[in-house]
């Protein structure tokens, strides 16, 4: 009987086996490119976050000292992380965040009078792009946070 039963049966035509593998490559490109939009906004979010976090504290240093660095800056001058680091950890944050969600450096500015300051991710491209404001739609833009608010941020589909 079991032997009979061997013979009787059939295994999965080719046709089958090529619908599902065609199933299979519809999900696969609609899935995958979603995944990576996902993975650039939350590195996108993971980086106005630490800027945040970073400004709440500059400004927490700030009130304390009554400017946003130390005193002797003439120009408006970069920041280094070293330097800011100093001066926040561990008492304003615990550890000032180095890089962004792409793995590139935060770049850190104040005015001469040390009253202003700004923050700036260069975003998935790592380079300084000029001439955006407000709200933008492209993962290479620069995230810019200046003065207790974002001018140059993410925002609605990415491109």
Known sequence: ??????????????????????????????????????????????????????????????????????????????VSHGTLSGKLSPAYIKNLPNNDGWGVGYNFSTDTAGQQYMIVSYGKNGTADTGSSGATTDFNCDIVYENGSFTVYPEGKQN
């Open 1 to 78: 009987m079991l032997s009979q039963m061997r013979k009787g049966q059939k295994g999965f035509t080719l046709i089958e086996l090529l619908i599902v593998v065609a199933i299979i490559g519809i999900l696969a490109a609609i899935a995958i490119p979603n995944l990576l939009t996902a993975m650039q906004r939350s590195k996108q979010k993971r980086s106005m976050a630490d800027i945040r976090s970073i400004a709440t504290a500059w400004e927490a240093y700030a009130v304390d000292n009554n400017r946003y660095t130390a005193a002797g800056y003439t120009t408006l001058v970069n």
